[in-house]
């Protein structure tokens, strides 16, 4: 952000949607925030979250963490950045957004994203994200192994 800074709010947003496939809430949430703002929150609950967005893509997420937090109980579902994400303690492990076309997923480690972009069939791997269809048959199996491999590195 600070390579930004002074730039006008809707260029700072398309930087971080086009340049690291941030969801238009993802990015907004940030470009708030780094200004200062500390009312950037739209989400209090996890419902709350997925009542914003349609029930296809509602549905994929939620999948989505049922796969990883059913082989990970530890790890605490939070929203953060107006998204859900699981983190362990203060370490946040992994993200995922909706938009209108697709479903972005995020692995906060960024060698994690680059081993396992490539076995998700479906996926267009970006910078810091692998965008999914919509309606994606979620691969349980992939995203605790994605998730076990960050939570080996947070260790190191």
Known sequence: MAKLEGKKYAEQVAHLKENYGFSQSHANALVMYSRGSESSVRFATLTDYYKSIPAPQAKTIKAIYKAITSKYPQLELVIAW????????????FGASASSKHVLIAPWDQEVLKEFAPKFKEGNALK???????????????LQAMIKASLANLKN
């Not at 107006?82 to 492990?93: H, S, T």
């Not at 810091?128 to 992939?142: G, H, M, S």
């Open 82 to 93: 107006n998204q859900p994400m699981v983190k362990l303690g203060k370490d946040y492990i």
């Open 128 to 142: 810091k994200t692998i965008q999914l269809p919509i309606d994606w048959d979620v691969d349980a199996k992939l």
